[in-house]
């Protein structure tokens, strides 16, 4: 009996969890689908910052891009003399906008600044609003001397006040060398923070990376998504790469992967003695076909 009443127990407990588990994942899918919209700064190489607005949607647990959204994007506050401009998300559910030129004034001014975006109601969405701030920094990179001749790279952060700067312990940076499609770390650590003057060191420990012709890298220091400053990056092109020979597979050499031109002698011989012969063997043809026709001609009837 006592085992029948656990068995039961069990089969309860077992009913109740299954219940509760429909319950919630129906709960999950009634809910309505939402506009998740996120703000970001960039300041690229201390060139012309722009704003980055991503905007995606949550539906049935699931996140995807949302395209075609249009939203008003505005500095310090949300009137029409503030405006930077309106955007459209693209097929990633991106959209970019840069400072114009009339709001020069109003960048100059603050050494924190907010930028607003407003996305506009749809027929699924209502407007939802994004507010950064966003305190004036920049990135300097240079190189110093390490030990034992060690290629060095010395990052300082600094916030802008004013017309003055103030370097800023405690900030993590990323330095590494920009190919391509990545930010490749100059060493073993991917990110370093400032000491208490402002800056970070990081050793190049990347010393056969190929560059360019001359054997130039670009490299860089970045911050990412920081709560003060955003996005920043700067570059710096130094010689610390491999040279790059421009014909680093062979293709001016004499080989079977080069040009018809650069082709193997022996392999060049060899297929114009087999031309030569077939056209040989066919003009001969043709000459002893002729002969046999004049011998014919001539034969007596």
Not at 37 to 64: C, H, I, M, R, W
Request: proline share 5%.
């Amino acid at each position: 009996m006592k085992k029948i009443c656990i068995l039961y127990g069990r089969l309860a407990g077992g009913l109740l969890l299954s219940l509760l588990a429909g319950a919630a994942q129906a709960q999950a899918q009634a809910q309505p689908p939402a506009l998740l919209l996120k703000l970001d700064y960039f300041n690229n190489a201390n060139s012309v910052p722009y704003l980055q607005v991503t905007a995606t949607e949550k539906a049935d647990g699931k996140l995807e891009p949302l395209k075609a959204l249009p939203v008003q994007l505005y500095l310090n506050d949300s009137v029409p003399a503030n405006r930077i401009g309106r955007v459209v998300t693209n097929e990633a559910g991106k959209a970019f906008a840069t400072l114009p030129p009339s709001l020069q004034a109003a960048w100059n001014a603050g050494d924190k600044l907010n930028f607003i975006a407003i996305s506009t109601p749809t027929h699924s969405f209502g407007a939802q609003t994004k507010i950064i701030e966003i305190t004036k920094a920049r990135l300097i990179l240079d190189t110093v001397a390490g030990q034992d001749g060690a290629r060095t790279l010395l990052v300082t952060v600094q916030e802008l006040q004013g017309d003055s700067a103030v370097n800023v312990k405690d900030v993590e940076v990323k330095i590494g060398v920009q190919r391509q499609a990545s930010f490749l770390p100059i060493g073993d650590d991917a990110s370093y923070t400032t000491d208490s003057t402002g800056t970070a060191t990081a050793t190049f420990a990347r010393d056969s990376l190929p560059g360019d012709a001359k054997g130039n890298l670009v490299l860089g220091a970045r911050i990412e998504d920081n709560d003060s400053y955003g996005n920043i990056s700067v570059l710096k092109t130094l010689p610390w790469g491999r040279a790059k020979s421009l014909d680093h597979f062979g293709f001016n050499t004499r080989s079977l992967w080069a040009v018809s031109a650069k082709a193997p002698l022996a392999l060049l011989i060899i297929a114009f003695t087999m031309i030569l012969a077939v056209w040989g063997i066919i003009i001969y043809l043709v000459f002893q076909i002729f002969r046999i026709k004049k011998l014919g001609e001539t034969a007596p009837s």
